[in-house]
């Protein structure tokens, strides 16, 4: 099954840039989706299709995606933005088509 | 405003079911699929499966084939998710979430969550 890789943590100071990377097989050919999860919270979609952003989320969140690597990055980054985050892709490069989450980063702001 | 609300916490004894529900309001029911997704405590999103609202297609993640059945009353605008032989490693929240598609497929609205905890 496909595998998404994150890195457990990032540590950035406020107003500083945030990019949490997510790796996959030739992910630079699937679409990717970025979720932030605050504790006790639902997922929030961020970031979907690579790079575009729903309605009410801040431009300081944009993303991209070439290669094996998938990139989140939160620009000009506040205390507010602590949180999870979780990169997302469908698979349907196998028989078994499924929605595939990444391992997740925490953020913390210093 | 789209809203998904879902059932109250559940305690549940191993071997048994659980039927989680989420009623969907301020758009469409029908037009949309309705993901399903659990997080065990401290750990990361696992997504289960997918269900289409008009007709009833479903898609199971292989680790749940033949443990989760995915249904809906279109009348009442909700989704169920059923899980049977519960053991403890299934206690987690469960979330249903809309699924829009553009170049893939996301989910762009999801409830607030349901506990179900498996214990004897």
């Known amino acids: 099954s496909y595998v998404l890789t994150q890195p457990p943590s990032v540590s950035v100071a406020p107003g500083q840039t945030a990019r949490i990377t997510c790796g996959g097989n030739?992910?630079?050919?699937?679409?990717v989706h970025w979720y932030q999860q605050k504790p006790g919270q639902a997922p929030v979609l961020v970031v979907y299709d690579d790079s575009d952003r729903p309605s009410g989320i801040p431009e300081r969140f944009s993303g991209s995606n070439s290669g094996n690597t998938a990139t989140l990055t939160i620009s000009r980054v506040e205390a507010g933005d602590e949180a999870d985050y979780y990169c997302q892709v469908w698979d349907s490069s196998s028989a078994h088509r499924e929605n595939v989450f990444g391992t997740g980063t925490k953020v913390t702001v210093l | 405003q789209v809203q998904l609300v879902q059932s109250g916490a559940e305690v549940k004894k191993p071997g048994a079911s659980v039927k989680v529900s989420c009623k969907a309001s301020?758009?469409?029911?029908?037009?949309?699929?309705i993901n399903w997704v659990r997080q065990a405590t401290g750990q990361g999103l696992e997504w289960m499966g997918w269900?289409?609202?008009?007709?009833?297609?479903?898609g199971y993640a292989q680790k749940f084939q033949g443990r989760v059945t995915m249904t809906r009353n279109t009348s009442i605008s909700t989704a169920y998710m059923e899980l049977s032989s519960l053991r403890s490693e299934d206690t987690a929240v469960y979330y249903c979430?809309?699924?829009?598609?553009?170049?893939?497929?996301?989910?762009?609205?999801w409830g607030q969550g349901t506990l179900v905890t498996v214990s004897s």
């Open positions: 269900m289409n609202p008009n007709s009833g297609n479903t």
């Open positions: 979430a809309r699924a829009d598609y553009g170049s893939g497929s996301y989910s762009d609205y």
């Open positions: 301020g758009y469409t029911f029908t037009s949309y699929d």
């Open positions: 030739n992910i630079g050919s699937k679409s």
